[in-house]
């Protein structure tokens, strides 16, 4: 009940195009949802993030879609640029707070061709 | 407004030594977590720590792994009598515990075992 699971586990897609990553979560305490992009040899970087009381959040080219009947989230990211290739991780917190332990999604590997 | 710092970046122990590994959190931050990442998979939480208190070691090991932070100087995470297993990236994260404030993640220690 603690999963999130992630898909899909990699991801190639064209400069220009919408990548689009999903994660489905069991446990419905959660109640944040962040978003980590990570590059070969770094920690995750935050994203962006989202709580269940909106649909969706935009910044900037980065899109989280949220359903909340269904248990779901994505992240779109419009535009899709060499730059953003890099391994990208939901995440998702209990408790009303974005501090605390945060269960992470398996990830996934996204390569954008020029 | 430096970021959270780990020490040593990489990590080479034989089976049966000690590792320590250190993290300072942004200044100001008062919470620190500790996470590990198996190559190819997500990251896994170990333990949620406040000044002097372990909140939550609940992805603690039971056995050889222990951490601490103290009231003056970095958060401390110990691994006794290593074993090939625990070869992984370990990675701290820290924020100052407010509800709307993110987890800001260091680069990590990646340890070896030989």
């Known amino acids: 009940q603690q999963q999130v699971k992630q898909s899909p586990q990699s991801l190639i897609v064209q400069k220009g195009g919408i990548s689009i990553i999903n994660c489905a979560y069991e446990n419905t305490a ?12 770094k920690g995750p970087a935050l994203l962006i993030a989202i709580r269940p009381d909106v649909s969706e959040k935009k910044e900037g080219r980065f899109t989280i879609s949220f359903n909340k ?8 990211i419009m535009d899709s640029q060499p730059g953003d ?10 408790g009303g707070t974005s501090y605390g332990k945060l269960t992470f999604g398996q990830g996934t590997i996204l390569t954008v061709h020029p | ?10 990590l080479v122990r034989r089976r049966g030594q000690e590792a320590r590994l250190r993290c300072s959190p942004v200044k100001g931050h008062s919470h620190v977590y500790w996470y590990r990442q198996l190559p190819e998979e997500g990251l896994k939480f170990m333990v949620y720590l406040q000044k002097e208190n372990i909140i939550d070691e609940s992805g603690m090991p039971k056995e050889r792994f222990s951490a601490e932070f103290p009231k003056e100087g970095p958060s401390i995470l110990r691994i006794q ?13 820290s924020s100052p515990g407010q509800p709307n404030q993110p987890q800001h993640f260091g680069d990590g220690t990646r340890l070896s075992i030989l």
């Open chain 1, 30 to 41: 959660f109640d944040y949802f962040p978003w980590y992009q990570q590059f070969p040899g």
């Open chain 1, 69 to 76: 009947s269904a248990k779901q989230f994505s992240l779109h």
């Open chain 1, 85 to 94: 290739s890099a391994t990208y991780f939901c995440a998702a917190n209990a």
């Open chain 2, 1 to 10: 407004n430096a970021g959270v710092m780990q020490n040593p970046r990489h």
């Open chain 2, 81 to 93: 009598q290593v074993v090939r297993g625990d070869s992984a990236a370990y990675f701290c994260a």
